[in-house]
């Protein structure tokens, strides 16, 4: 059994519960062990950096450094999540006053950062800690019939200098995952761009023109599903998916999945169980 210290991110104890939910069935079906850090805390999102960077350090710190405390990696289903996590421990471990300084603060919770834990996606720990081969043994319910539109969107990818597993230009992960899975993988354009969700608040019409070209291509290419690692951008493409397809002009629809319910889905499980009923396009 593979052990891991499990990030609960903010989107997924709010908006997209059945992430965690789905992860739960499956988890030890592929010889996983998920310990959830109860007592982290919000990551800051791509925010709190330009807001005060000490604070940003020093969250994300106290957050790997519970993941340390417990001798184990620390893993996280939010591309965002992880794009800023891994960017604090760059910068903690690149810069030995600022690590001091976050120590001094978190030695009184009795923790310490010593930058030992890798941040890594459940993405990268399917591909690469389970392996393809043995998710392909435990598959019961292959994807065979399924034309699969991979979007990673940006997080998970860039700045490729904070992430590194793929190559943000032509990234496979996802896609070896689908095959795997027995889904057929379409191209897709968009499989590596943005989803517009961080502009949502501030400029909804250009977030949503953002997510419109990305289901516009998944349907025209006659896509039956698209899958992301992120619950992010499956929060607006499928939560916001009517709204941007009306403003595209679009009569259509095209379900939205995270991969831990593709996942589940290939594993056996039911949507029932895996939450996918939760969605708001059917």
């Known amino acids: 059994m593979k052990r891991y210290a499990y990030y609960m991110s903010c989107i997924n104890e709010s908006m997209t519960k059945e992430v965690d939910r789905s992860i739960d069935f499956w988890q030890k079906d592929l010889g996983l ?28 710190a106290r957050n790997i450094a519970l993941a340390e405390k417990m ?16 960017t604090a421990k760059k910068q903690l471990d690149e810069t030995p006053a600022l690590k001091k300084e976050v120590n ?32 392909k043994a435990k598959v019961t319910v292959p994807l065979k019939n399924y034309r699969i539109a991979p979007f990673y969107g940006c997080h998970i990818l860039r700045p490729s200098k904070v992430l590194g597993r793929d190559n943000p230009l032509a990234p496979s992960s996802l896609d070896q995952l689908i095959e795997a899975l027995g889904g057929q993988t379409i191209p897709f354009e968009h499989k590596n761009r943005c989803c517009g969700f961080h502009t949502l608040l501030v400029a909804e019409e250009e977030s949503l023109n953002v997510a419109g070209e990305a289901l516009e291509e998944a349907i025209n290419s006659k896509a039956d599903f698209i899958v992301t690692p992120c619950p992010l951008c499956h929060t607006v493409l499928d939560g916001y998916q009517s709204k941007a397809l009306k403003q595209a ?7 939205v999945f995270h991969i831990s319910e593709m996942v589940g889905l290939a594993l056996g499980y039911t949507a029932k169980q895996l939450g996918i009923k939760r969605h708001i396009v059917s």
């Open 249 to 255: 002009h679009i009569e259509s629809s095209i379900p």
């Open 71 to 86: 001798g184990l990696d620390l893993i996280v289903s939010c591309n965002t999540c992880l794009m800023t996590i891994r």
């Open 104 to 135: 001094d603060i978190l030695k009184k919770e009795g923790l310490e950062y010593r930058g030992i834990s890798e941040v890594r996606h459940l993405l990268w720990v399917l591909v690469d800690d389970v392996g393809l081969d043995t998710i």
């Open 33 to 60: 062990e998920f310990i959830k850090l109860h007592e982290g805390t919000c990551c800051g999102g791509s925010n709190l950096d330009y807001v005060s960077p000490k604070h940003f350090a020093l969250v994300n």
